[in-house]
């Protein structure tokens, strides 16, 4: 009863959650600009928030859901406040380093997000754009806060794609596996991916 009422109930209403409601957002105008204030942004917080502990202190409640979850959570990567955006990969990568579950990211890899109508792939290629574009302005207003902030997604993004391409079947995922291919010529982030690489052999060689 309590796995139906789950999964009926709460988590549809935690899945509509994670998107942005433009109901609650304000533009603001200050005199000298233009502040963008998101009053939605507590309740995507307690949204990812809570489909993270279901996945670290009960994951096998919700294992038959993994598609909805997936579809529902990867906007996330392109949320508009960064504090999403970290959440999420950081729940991916926990998700990663779970030898039981580890195995759910297939539906990741091979996922649409509903609401953009974006498989995995196209998310996480318009991800990595918009990272390098920050990396970038970082570099021309020499803001070094933005740019180890930027730098330490981008590693958590690389470690759990990374990981993802160890499981098996994840070749049918032919789009997601060709674009991370692609990702990993990237010069832009060559530092970022070879500091995950080398993590991610020494791991593989205990």
Known sequence: ?????????????????TEPNEKYLRIIDTGRGKIREDGHLP??????????SLMRECPHRIE??????YGATMQGCLDPEADIVVKTWEMYLMISQMPE?????????SGRSPTKNKGFAAVLKDFIMSKIRALREGEEKKDQRKLDDTREIIKKSLMTVFTMLRIPG??????????VGRIKLTKKIAKEIKEVEKVLHSAASF
């Open 1 to 17: 009863k309590n796995s139906v009422l789950l999964k009926d109930v709460v988590l549809p209403v935690l899945y509509k959650e």
């Open 43 to 52: 309740l995507r917080r307690a949204a990812f928030d809570a489909l993270t």
């Open 64 to 69: 038959e859901d993994m598609k909805n979850f």
């Open 101 to 109: 579950q580890r195995k759910t990211l297939l539906n990741l890899g």
């Open 170 to 179: 994840i070749e049918h995922c032919s789009d997601f596996v060709n674009l």
